[in-house]
């Protein structure tokens, strides 16, 4: 399965907002609709944006407009602005030139997945050692955060292929519940064993011992290594310190940006009231009211034991 495909003069995305009741993929042929896609996370996560961006540019064609408001669709995520300049920086070579752009960057992404994957098992599981390894990740990093493998949750893929992996426990991530959702219906798909915890138990899972690592993915890496990802990150972070876990980001080198020196540079999405005042279209407080919904989070970097990017794993 892809999450994102050109298919017959058009994007294709599983429709992640369907998820995990019923895997839909849905056909995109306008800029608007892309957009609409993105911002309602029916596509979503660093790398499939960045796939997003660049296949976004052949439908938007010479319209400089939608090329800049696809660009600024979410802000955190580096990939996107990323695939989008990558793939419109072809434009006066004409729009064969920009698809094919478009999809050596989808095709490197699979394959960057792929290394990743293997670097972090490596890491982790080193072949002359024994014994399966128990993981705790947060929101989805998996296919459908990519194109047909994912970043941390590739790593734990690999780790269940070489029969290292004892358990994943995936922490539910709200608002959105994409660990629910999302990882969980991967993990199945997998049959790797899992199970899923609420968003608070997770430095307390931490504390009480028996958790080997913790993988988290990146939206966006700064220069100083400072990570933002997935409101959540950083309190497993602060967790996995207190408890001596080791803490990993495993993302692709597209995902560092050079151009952002610290995290406190790093734009972080709020994405508004409604998403925390329901659970799936289902109010859960008391009407009127008010929130506040970061989507992301900043780790700093010496909460970091290392980054596992698919070129290098990258120490403090
Ligand atoms: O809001 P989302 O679902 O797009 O957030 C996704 C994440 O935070 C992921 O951890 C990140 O994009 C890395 S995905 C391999």
């Known amino acids: 399965m892809r999450t994102i495909d050109w298919v017959d003069g058009a994007i294709e995305i599983v429709d992640q907002t369907r998820l995990p009741d019923e895997c839909v993929t849905v056909r995109i042929t306008s800029v608007a609709e892309l957009i609409g896609a993105i911002r309602r996370l029916a596509v979503r996560g660093a790398p499939a944006l960045g796939v997003a961006g660049a296949l976004g540019v052949v439908l938007a064609g010479d319209d400089p407009e939608a090329v800049a408001r696809l660009r ?11 695939g989008v300049d990558q793939a419109a920086a072809w434009l006066p070579q004409g729009r064969a030139a920009v698809l094919a752009t478009a999809l050596r960057i989808r095709d490197e992404d699979i394959a960057a997945c792929v290394a990743m994957g293997e670097r972090g098992a490596d890491l982790l599981a080193p072949a002359e050692t024994t014994g399966r390894l128990r993981v705790m990740t947060v929101c989805n990093t998996g296919a459908l955060a990519a194109v047909e493998r994912g970043t941390a949750l590739g790593v734990v893929q690999t780790l269940h292929e070489r029969g290292r992996l004892a358990e994943v426990l995936a922490l539910e991530t709200r608002p959105l519940l994409q660990g629910a959702r999302l990882t969980c219906w991967e993990l199945g798909r997998m049959g790797a064993r899992h199970r899923l915890v609420t968003d608070g138990a997770g430095p307390y899972l931490l504390a009480r011992g028996g958790i080997d690592a913790v993988l988290i993915g990146a939206d966006r890496i700064a220069a100083n290594g400072d990570t933002a990802n997935k409101i959540g990150s950083y309190a497993l972070a602060l967790g996995a310190a207190r408890a001596g876990v080791p ?47 970061p989507a992301f989070d900043v780790t700093p970097h010496d909460l970091i034991t290392a980054i596992i990017t698919d070129k290098r794993v990258i120490r403090p």
């Open 72 to 82: 600024a669709a979410r802000p955190t995520a580096v990939n996107l602005a990323w």
């Open 247 to 293: 803490f990993y980001v495993v993302a692709p080198e597209t995902t560092i940006d050079f151009a952002t020196p610290s995290g406190e540079h790093i734009e972080i999405e709020d994405r508004g009231a409604e998403e925390v005042v329901s659970v799936r279209g289902v109010r859960v407080a008391p009407e009127g009211t008010a929130a506040v919904n």
